[in-house]
C-alpha cells in the first residue's frame, strides 16, 4: 500500500537545501583530495624537479608564476623527455646516485594513483613499469600527475577532512607509455 507524504513547499525547499549543500561539500572535499607521495620517494621526485627546473628551490620564479605558467612548464618537461635517448634519464639518475629504493617506491606509488597496472614499451614488448630505473617513462607519468594535480580546483577545506585519494580516480594517467627515443 502506498503512502503519501504532504510535504510543504517550505519543507520541500529545505529538504532540498540541505541535500545540495552536504553534496557540494562532498564533492569539493573529493576534488581537493592528492596523493601524499611517502619520503622514501622523495630523492627520486627531488632528481626529477632538479633535472628540469621544476619547484621553488630548482626554478627562481617559480612563486611568481601562474598554475597554467607551472602546468606549461610540466608539459616542456614532458617534450624534452621525447627528445631524450630511451636510456639517458635513467643513466643519468644512476650516476647522479639515486637510489633504487627511491625510484621503486616512486614507481609503486604512481601506479597506486594510477589505480591500475602501468607498463612500458620497449623494444615493441610491454615491460613492468616498476623496473627500479628512472627513466623517460617513470620522469613522464610523475609530469602527468603532476599537470593532473594543477586542474584540480583549490578549496579551503581543512586537510583534516579530505579523503585519501581513491586508487583509479587519476584518470590521466595512461596504462601503457613509450616516451624516449
Known amino acids: 500500500m502506498k503512502q503519501f507524504l504532504n510535504i510543504d513547499e517550505n519543507e520541500r525547499r529545505r529538504i532540498l537545501e540541505m541535500h545540495e549543500n552536504a553534496t557540494k561539500k562532498h564533492y569539493l572535499v573529493e576534488q581537493t583530495t592528492l596523493h601524499k607521495f611517502s619520503p ?8 626529477i624537479r632538479k633535472k628540469f ?5 630548482h626554478n627562481q620564479n617559480w612563486a611568481n608564476m601562474t598554475q597554467e605558467e ?3 612548464t610540466y608539459v616542456d618537461a614532458q617534450t624534452q623527455l621525447n627528445s631524450m635517448g630511451r636510456n639517458a634519464l635513467a643513466q643519468e639518475a644512476e650516476r647522479d646516485g639515486v637510489p633504487k629504493d627511491s625510484i621503486i617506491n616512486l614507481q609503486k606509488e604512481l601506479q597506486t594513483v594510477a589505480g591500475k597496472q602501468i607498463e612500458f ?3 615493441d614488448q610491454k615491460k613492468s613499469f616498476v623496473d627500479g630505473k628512472l627513466g623517460t617513462n617513470t620522469a613522464f607519468v610523475w609530469l602527468q600527475y603532476q599537470i593532473e594535480l594543477g586542474k584540480k580546483p583549490k578549496s579551503d577545506v581543512p586537510a583534516s577532512e579530505t579523503k585519501p585519494l581513491v586508487p583509479g580516480s587519476s584518470k590521466e594517467i595512461k596504462q601503457t607509455y613509450d616516451v624516449g627515443n
Open 121 to 123: 614499451m620497449s623494444d
Open 70 to 72: 607551472k602546468d606549461q
Open 53 to 57: 627546473s621544476l619547484g621553488p628551490v
Open 40 to 47: 622514501e620517494s622523495e630523492v627520486a621526485r627531488e632528481f
